[in-house]
């Protein structure tokens, strides 16, 4: 394990969605794809305090709704299943009972309650979902060969080039709480979720009200602060389970080590957004953007994702133009609070705008720093005290082709 800038969280090195106690996952192939894994889940020894945040497209896919009913009648979930390929979005009341279906057998098959499973699908829109294969997947659940965090992580996938994993781990009333999660994202990716499924697990006990009211601030500093082409997709959730198998004094805001979970909490939360955003579909840099000097929270972030939301600064940032007009631009357009003749960027440690006014640099510096894997904008309002951070990818030429063949 690796320590972090908060020293009390370690990162665990290959941490999974399964590095806390009381979980399971696994992936198998059911021939949704032509090849790759499509079927997944994540169980626990018992069901857990379940909290979930969710898409704002009104076309809500057909299992979020019966995800969102489940962890609201009962606030516990147990099993979560997940196909990809088939986003069972758009597909009537046809689409409803197939997500019923699905909920059901998995009850059925891991010996659960049904309102303790959690439904969840990806991929393309208005495709009825081929119950046959589902039916197929269900029944093969926990066979040994099927059974790992990284069957899990692989089935989960659509465009994507790579897993995305973290565990980190935290000491709480003398107990080590372990914190995992597992996503999936790479187009279709805008703040307000995204073509974006993630999962967080922990064995932590937590009070439901109190892990609901983190998810949703979390969320707002971490998966709602990514962009890769501006689209919000009809699937996106964010869905955490608390199993209290540490057997710790149940957390809450109450609890004097209460800020120490959120701490690690949001780290998981943004490590996890932060690897979305790297792996946007072909993309080759990831973009960080940090706003300080804001007046509100709420400023600081319109105005990192009116930058990392810019199509010309992404274009920009492939072609590793320093043209920090790009940038001003999109400050401007964020319908903030905006003071130009206090507005200063940095193109990583390069300074190139001071109070509205250009500054003479060494252009093939800041051209080296955009050619990192990692390109770092800052921006400096100096109008307050507020602060936010965004991230996202460039936007290459491989984005049109991968999303022209999508369905083919």
Request: contains cysteine; charged residues 20%; glycine residues 8%.
């Amino acid at each position: 394990m690796v320590a972090t800038k908060e020293e009390n969280i370690q990162i665990i090195k290959n941490g999974h969605v399964t590095s806390p106690q009381g979980f399971s996952a696994g992936g198998l192939h059911c021939a949704i794809r032509k090849t790759r894994l499509d079927f997944g889940w994540i169980h626990s020894d018992n069901p857990a305090t379940a909290a979930a945040v969710y898409t704002l497209n009104a076309f809500q896919a057909a299992p979020l709704k019966i995800t969102k009913d489940s962890i609201e009648k009962e606030k516990l979930i147990q099993t979560v299943v997940v196909n990809s390929g088939v986003a069972n979005s758009c597909t009537g009341e046809q689409g409803n009972l197939d997500a019923l279906e699905m909920q059901k057998l998995t009850a059925e098959k891991m010996g659960v309650d049904t309102n303790h499973v959690a439904v969840s699908s990806t991929g393309v829109i208005g495709v009825p979902l081929p119950m046959e294969k589902i039916r197929t997947a269900i029944h093969s659940m926990n066979d040994k060969d099927n059974v790992s965090a990284e069957n899990f992580e692989e089935a989960i996938l659509t465009t994507d080039t790579m897993t995305k994993h973290i565990a980190v781990q935290i000491e709480i009333d003398g107990k080590t709480i372990t914190i995992g999660g597992a996503a999936k994202g790479s187009g279709m990716i805008h703040p307000n979720m995204a073509t974006m499924l993630s999962f967080i697990t922990t064995d932590a006990a937590v009070e439901q009200k109190s892990l609901q009211q983190a998810l949703g601030d979390i969320t707002n500093k971490s998966f709602n602060m990514i962009t890769v082409d501006g689209d919000c997709s009809t699937n996106d959730m964010v869905l955490v389970m608390a199993n209290g198998k540490q057997n710790n004094t149940q957390l809450s805001e109450t609890h004097p080590q209460w800020p120490l979970f959120l701490q690690a909490f949001q780290l998981v939360s943004e490590e996890l957004a932060k690897q979305i955003a790297k792996d946007g579909e072909g993309a080759t840099k990831l973009i960080e953007v940090n706003v300080k000097g804001a007046p509100s929270d709420e400023a600081a972030r319109q105005v990192a994702k009116a930058v990392i939301s810019s199509n010309l600064v992404k274009t920009a940032v492939y072609g590793a133009d320093p043209n920090w007009g790009r940038i001003v631009c999109a400050v401007g357009y964020s319908e903030q609070p905006i003071d130009p003749d206090k507005v200063c960027v940095a193109i990583g440690d390069i300074h190139v705008v001071k109070d509205g006014l250009p500054l003479e640099f060494v252009e093939a510096e800041a051209k080296q720093h955009l050619e990192n894997e990692t390109v770092v904008l800052n921006v400096d309002l100096q109008n307050g005290l507020h602060e936010a951070t965004a991230w996202g990818c460039d936007l290459t030429y491989d984005y049109i082709k991968i999303n022209a063949s999508y369905r083919t």
